[in-house]
């Protein structure tokens, strides 16, 4: 009998993991392994747009994404050239300044303030609303005849005539930026403010025990256990950014001309207006290839714990 029960035990044991962890790995495999695979299937692929017939085309998608279309290999596609350009552009600007941005409003929010529970719920509104709904918003206050933005730089004399903003390429960038920066710093605000509750207090006491300065307190003390929150932030940011089509669509649509266009809008206009489906995976491929590097470099950077030499 006592056999009996600990060969059911054992058996137990020894499927305790692949019932616990299996369901996991099938649910990964559905959303994450099956269209990484399904993608760098199709960009090997040319499909006619009217028959949806395939043909196998190798690397050709990508050459003729990434190469000038007299497929040398010492020049670069132009048009390759100006959509990273100004995803660089886009993506950098609206990183670094959302994250300096929320760094402060986390570290503000941390203080023992008055109100400072409202203030943390308020905060998150800019997050929780639909992007679509945040991108028209921006688009209607950067309007040129009565967007909200040009009437009160107008009527506080700081203008005398409107700014067309979404029709100047720069303002254009300038108002896409802005508008990612409002939606998304928020979420930088819930990490960062969720890593600095896990500084113990007693080493802030000690610090100024010692007499160690502001910064000094904050280089050696915060930034040590904020390192996983910032790696968490960051990779999400980007990644974010990176595939970002929703802000990008309805408020410029790459416009004008193509000023704004970034890789999420560029690969969104090969697939469904082009039909160039092959092409447009290809690019995601590119997309995925440079996010994976990306996120490597910041583990790199901010990986490990706070108590890694």
């Given at each position: ?179 990612d920066i409002w ?88 697939s469904m207006e ?36």
């Amino acid at each position: 009998m006592e056999t009996s029960e600990k060969s059911l035990r054992r058996a137990l044991d020894r499927l305790f993991v692949p019932l616990t962890v299996g369901p996991t790995l099938i649910w990964i495999a559905a959303i994450i392994v099956y269209p990484t695979a399904r993608l760098l299937w199709s960009s090997l692929f040319w499909e006619n747009p009217l028959t949806r017939e395939t043909e196998f085309v190798g690397l050709r998608n990508f050459k003729r994404i990434l190469l000038d279309p007299g497929g040398t290999l010492e020049v670069f596609n132009a048009s390759f050239i100006a959509f990273t350009k100004n995803t660089l552009i886009y993506v950098g600007c609206s990183v670094t300044l959302s994250f300096l941005l929320g760094l402060g409003i986390a570290i503000l929010l941390n203080k023992d303030l008055k109100g400072r529970g409202w203030f943390r719920t308020a905060v998150i509104v800019p997050w929780i609303l639909p992007y679509v709904m945040s991108g028209l918003m921006w688009r209607w206050m950067f309007e040129a005849k009565n967007g909200a933005i040009n009437g009160l730089l107008t009527q506080t004399g700081l203008l005398s005539e409107k700014i067309a903003f979404l029709s100047d390429g720069t303002l254009a960038m300038m108002a896409l930026i802005i508008a990612d920066i409002w939606v998304f710093t928020p979420f930088i605000v819930i990490i960062l403010l969720a890593g600095l509750q896990n500084v113990p207090e007693q080493l802030y006491d000690a610090a100024e025990v010692d007499g160690a300065s502001r910064w000094s307190r904050f280089w050696n003390v915060t930034y040590p256990f904020l390192k996983p929150s910032i790696l968490v932030a960051l990779t999400i940011r980007i990644i974010f950014d990176i595939r970002a089509l929703d802000l990008v669509w309805v408020m410029t649509q790459g416009g004008p001309g193509k000023s704004t266009e970034v890789w999420a809008s560029w690969l969104y206009r090969t697939s469904m207006e082009f039909q160039r489906t092959g092409e447009g995976a290809a690019l995601g491929v590119i997309m995925l290839a440079v996010t994976f590097a990306i996120v490597a470099i910041l583990y790199t950077i901010f990986g490990g714990t706070p108590y890694d030499s």
